[in-house]
């Protein structure tokens, strides 16, 4: 089970519709959910991931095995973006791995999609479908 924990909701119809498509793709190969949260509260996890700036930075394939393995040894991993004000130090302290996506800032509603393309691309690496390029 994979579960992606957001602050805040997607508002805007064009990033609701890469959310429904890619929730549908990461679906097919997962379980999976999303689910919006007005503040971060403890979540039932074996490994929670959470989304910095300051975090460590992966290429997609690095990020592929490390997804790999950490599936393979972990039945609920979840991974928490923070909202407009990203997350706050105690509770980054709280993350088994901290990942950032870029050293550049991006919104966090199109950190959403980002994250979940990758994770899509990760799944996609591991069952050999035909889609990193």
Request: net charge positive.
């Amino acid at each position: 089970m994979i579960r992606l924990v957001c602050v805040g909701k997607l508002k805007e119809k064009f990033y609701k519709e890469a959310e429904r498509e890619y929730i549908k793709r990461i679906s097919s190969l997962v379980k999976f959910e999303v689910r919006e949260v007005d503040f971060l509260k403890d979540e039932k996890c074996d490994y929670s991931i959470y989304l910095d700036e300051n975090g460590t930075e992966m290429d997609s394939i690095s990020f592929s095995n490390f997804l790999k393995k950490i599936m393979m040894d972990k039945k609920n991993i979840c991974f928490f973006i923070g909202g407009w004000g990203g997350l706050e130090e105690e509770q980054i302290k709280k993350a088994d791995f901290v990942l950032s996506l870029s050293k550049m800032t991006f919104p966090y509603q199109l950190c959403r999609i980002i994250l979940l393309e990758q994770i899509y691309r990760g799944l996609a690496l591991m069952k050999g479908i035909d889609y990193h390029k």
